[in-house]
């Protein structure tokens, strides 16, 4: 027979209060905490949002020689524009309604503004024209769940919806509408490519363009044709028709692209017609290889060398709440306001499209001088002020000590300021050692604290 250890009832009851109040704690701990465990969730959005603006690109810059391929395509195109309803009345609604992540409320708005309300309707007739357009492999008209419980789309993904995976849905019913419209038009598109065009530069007429741009600048094309066989009739942007303008042989358009991504240009001569591309990049901040590592230090200037090629070449800055800035010829003079880590943006157009952390220290032995009311150094009979050597720095504090020589008793006071009492002038009529210590400043930011070294003076009396 097993051996047992028989208890108190009185401490069986004690257990299970033990137990009951601890559950409550980690439920209490749970329910506190709420918000922090779909942290990871809330940037899910933001990646499918860009592979999303890749699947666009690719989809608007097919060439569909059947119009109803293109209208299936525009089609696609404008249920994405309906789409983003949702997205922006939930923006709206999470600046009303959401303080934080512990105050999440998504299920209530994916309740009553998505499955109850118009934008639910918005979503149904969306995902019912996808999947009537199309086979319907990805926009199937019932979805069925783990229960095996079939349901329309509206219903199968806002039904009880978890926090922080509204905007994630949102984009990805679009990525089903692009990657199905993808599957069926990719084919018909990558045949009349290959068939039908040539390329742009391998034309015998002369033609100017630039196959890089940053988003904001304007794509220009010039073709110089003098037989009138290779005379430019149209010219499109992924599909889209552009303005052109004719004189004397030379034919120009003039487009700025949207977005980022790359751009199919077909050109349609009076004989024949050509293609060729060109890609929006993003602008980058990117520091070219140092001498040496980049150390900043508050209120230090530092020249940094920045890879030219890869920002734009008017339009352009370089931004810092907490440092000074100024570029030139790829050349980045950087200096501190604030210790610590800061944000360096790089702007175009006034739109901040990059950014790096870097960081600075506070500098090293900071020193202290008397000066008199003009702030210029003076002896301790004519001071009016402790004051930092290095500008970027104020002092908020000292204490004064003065050891007299005769070994009389030791003077001291604390300041809770920069300014100086009458007792210097009596202490600097004798003769002895006067010390300043305990010396706090302030960076000029009015963030950062520091101390300085004690600044320690004869005086002759």
Not at 142 to 168: H, M, Q
Not at 169 to 179: C, G, I, P, R, W
Not at 368 to 374: C, F, K, N, P, R
Request: with cysteine.
């Amino acid at each position: 027979m097993a051996n047992t250890t028989k208890i108190k009832k009185s401490k069986y009851l004690s257990y299970q209060k033990q137990g009951f109040l601890y559950l409550v704690f980690i439920l209490f701990l749970f329910f506190s905490q709420a918000g922090e465990y779909v942290m990871h969730y809330t940037s899910l959005a933001k990646t499918q949002k860009a592979l999303n603006t890749y699947l666009e690109g690719r989809l608007s810059s097919l060439i569909l020689e059947d119009v109803s391929d293109d209208e299936y395509r525009n089609e696609v195109l404008s249920r994405l524009t309906s789409l983003e309803q949702i997205g922006d009345r939930f923006d709206l609604y999470e600046t009303q309604n959401i303080a934080g992540l512990d105050q999440y409320r998504e299920n209530r708005f994916a309740e009553r503004q998505v499955r109850r309300g118009e934008l639910g309707d918005i979503f149904n007739a969306t995902w019912n024209q996808q999947q009537v357009q199309s086979n319907g492999r990805w926009t199937p008209s019932l979805l069925t769940d783990y229960d095996g419980i079939e349901s329309n789309a509206t219903d199968f993904f806002f039904k009880e919806t978890p926090n922080a995976v509204v905007p994630s849905l949102v984009e990805h019913a679009k990525t089903s509408f692009l990657v199905e419209a993808l599957e069926e038009l990719n084919k018909q598109a990558l045949v009349f490519e290959k068939y039908n065009l040539e390329l742009l530069e391998d034309a015998e007429f002369a033609s100017v363009f630039k196959k890089r741009l940053f988003l904001g600048e304007d794509f220009k094309l010039t073709i110089n044709s003098d037989d009138r066989k290779d005379s430019v009739e149209a010219i499109s942007i992924n599909s889209k028709p552009q303005k052109i303008a004719t004189q004397e042989g030379k034919t120009t358009a003039v487009y700025r692209p949207q977005s980022w991504g790359k751009y199919f240009v077909e050109i349609q001569t009076s004989s024949q017609r050509f293609y060729t591309s060109f890609e929006v990049v993003r602008p980058r901040l990117r520091f070219v290889a140092q001498e040496e590592l980049i150390d900043l230090t508050l209120g230090q200037q530092q020249n940094i060398s920045i890879d030219d090629k890869v920002i734009p070449s008017e339009g352009f800055s370089f931004e810092s709440d907490f440092a000074e800035v100024n570029y030139k010829n790829g050349n980045l003079q950087i200096k501190p306001t604030t210790v610590g880590e800061f944000t360096l943006r790089l702007k175009v157009n006034g739109q901040a499209l990059d950014s790096v952390r870097l960081g600075s220290r506070v500098p090293e032995m900071l020193k202290v001088t008397l000066a008199d009311a003009m702030g210029k150094n003076c002896a301790p009979s004519d001071a009016h002020r402790v004051q930092s050597v290095n500008p970027n720095f104020q002092v908020l504090s000292y204490t004064a000590v003065f050891y007299p020589k005769d070994g009389s008793e030791t003077k001291i006071y604390k300041s809770l300021s920069r300014l100086i009492r009458p007792d210097f002038a009596l202490w600097s009529a004798k003769e002895g050692t006067l010390v300043i210590k305990e010396i706090s400043l302030l960076s000029s930011n009015g963030v950062t604290k520091t101390t300085a070294e004690p600044l320690i003076m004869s005086t002759n009396g």
